[in-house]
């Protein structure tokens, strides 16, 4: 039997990048899915090559209306909702506090929680009248680890995984289980999308975006020295979204090769002996 066998999965921001990757690995074991998203065209052929198994809805998740439509689809497609995978995102480039963009900090919380609460607002009641679900919210590491994320971005996610502990709390005696996943740096278009390219040409920019990973991040900040992927944040949501994750809730799946626990050991093994060398003068 396949891990997801007979489940329902709606997973947003799903036409490209981590949300499709996480759509055809929940197909191949066994879900139907629902893939929303904005780019309708995308969304239809991603239908289409998965088969009978996917539906595609267009969906803004700043958008209440259409959120609500979008859970009513996959119950009136599937018949129920196991699953909500809350993944939709935007950049919002980096900022100094005395130049922040009020309007882009709005459409940034918009997106990233604003979104997520309007869905699990339309989530829970169906999941409550089965006895179960799952809610997987798509956080990052920066909401955790300030630094290397720009304000808005790091901010919203922050509160999105607060928020999370706060409806799991809520749900968890309805046999609703919530859980965020933090990626580190993965390999997709997002980074040039978030610097304002072309969604379509941003998504064939994932070896750039390894290339960029690799130089700058692997050296300095991860202690696992490989570049993450879209099947890693994958496999982690498929972990959380099957029965094997069914005593976990409220928790912060962080898939970030290491970064948040610490600076990598080649990083700082300079700094630590030139650190020690100020006690071996004086002694």
Same mark, same amino acid.
């Not at 309007?118 to 809610?135: E, L």
């Given at each position: 039997?396949?891990?997801?066998?007979?489940?329902?999965?709606?997973?947003?921001?799903?036409?490209?990048?981590?949300?499709?990757? =996480?759509?055809?690995?929940?197909?191949?074991?066994?879900?139907?899915?629902?893939?929303?998203?904005?780019?309708?065209?995308?969304?239809?052929? %991603?239908?289409?090559?998965?088969?009978?198994?996917?539906?595609?809805?267009?969906?803004?998740?700043?958008?209440?209306?259409?959120?609500?439509?979008?859970?009513?689809?996959?119950?009136?497609?599937?018949?129920?909702?196991?699953?909500?995978?809350?993944?939709?995102?935007?950049?919002?480039?980096?900022?100094?506090?005395?130049?922040?963009?009020?309007?882009?900090?709005?459409?940034?919380?918009?997106?990233?929680?604003? !979104?997520?609460?309007?869905?699990?607002?339309?989530?829970?009641?169906?999941?409550?009248?089965?006895?179960?679900?799952?809610?997987?919210?798509?956080?990052?590491?920066?909401?955790?680890?300030?630094?290397? !994320?720009?304000?808005?971005? &790091?901010?919203?996610?922050?509160?999105?995984?607060?928020? =999370?502990?706060?409806?799991?709390?809520?749900?968890?005696?309805?046999?609703?289980?919530?859980?965020?996943? &933090?990626?580190?740096?993965?390999?997709?278009?997002?980074?040039?999308?978030?610097?304002?390219?072309?969604?379509?040409?941003?998504?064939?920019?994932?070896?750039?975006?390894?290339?960029?990973?690799?130089?700058?991040?692997? #050296?300095?900040?991860? #202690?696992?020295?490989?570049?993450? =992927? %879209?099947?890693?944040?994958?496999?982690?949501?498929?972990?959380?979204?099957?029965?094997?994750?069914?005593?976990?809730? !409220?928790?912060?799946?962080?898939?970030?090769?290491?970064?948040?626990?610490?600076?990598?050991? !080649?990083?700082?093994?300079?700094?630590?002996?030139?650190?020690?060398?100020?006690?071996?003068?004086?002694?």
């Amino acid at each position: 039997m396949k891990t997801l066998e007979g489940k329902v999965a709606v997973i947003t921001g799903s036409t490209s990048g981590i949300g499709a990757r =996480t759509a055809e690995l929940f197909v191949a074991e066994g879900a139907r899915v629902v893939i929303a998203g904005r780019r309708e065209e995308k969304g239809r052929q %991603m239908a289409r090559e998965l088969g009978d198994a996917a539906s595609f809805i267009r969906t803004d998740v700043t958008s209440e209306r259409d959120v609500e439509a979008m859970i009513a689809h996959a119950v009136q497609t599937f018949g129920r909702l196991d699953c909500l995978i809350n993944n939709a995102g935007i950049g919002s480039g980096y900022q100094d506090i005395a130049k922040v963009d009020l309007q882009r900090f709005d459409a940034t919380i918009a997106v990233h929680v604003r !979104g997520p609460l309007a869905a699990m607002k339309y989530a829970v009641p169906v999941m409550t009248s089965q006895g179960n679900g799952s809610i997987i919210n798509v956080a990052s590491v920066n909401g955790v680890r300030a630094g290397l !994320g720009g304000h808005y971005y &790091s901010v919203a996610k922050a509160a999105l995984i607060h928020l =999370t502990r706060c409806v799991a709390v809520e749900v968890g005696e309805k046999g609703i289980r919530l859980n965020t996943i &933090s990626p580190g740096p993965i390999a997709t278009g997002a980074f040039r999308k978030g610097g304002g390219t072309n969604p379509d040409e941003a998504d064939n920019s994932i070896e750039i975006a390894k290339r960029a990973i690799a130089d700058v991040i692997l #050296p300095r900040y991860q #202690p696992l020295q490989r570049v993450g =992927t %879209m099947d890693d944040i994958a496999q982690a949501a498929l972990f959380l979204a099957s029965d094997a994750s069914r005593f976990v809730s !409220g928790v912060d799946l962080l898939v970030d090769g290491g970064m948040s626990a610490g600076w990598p050991i !080649g990083a700082v093994r300079e700094d630590r002996r030139r650190f020690l060398t100020h006690f071996d003068r004086a002694s």
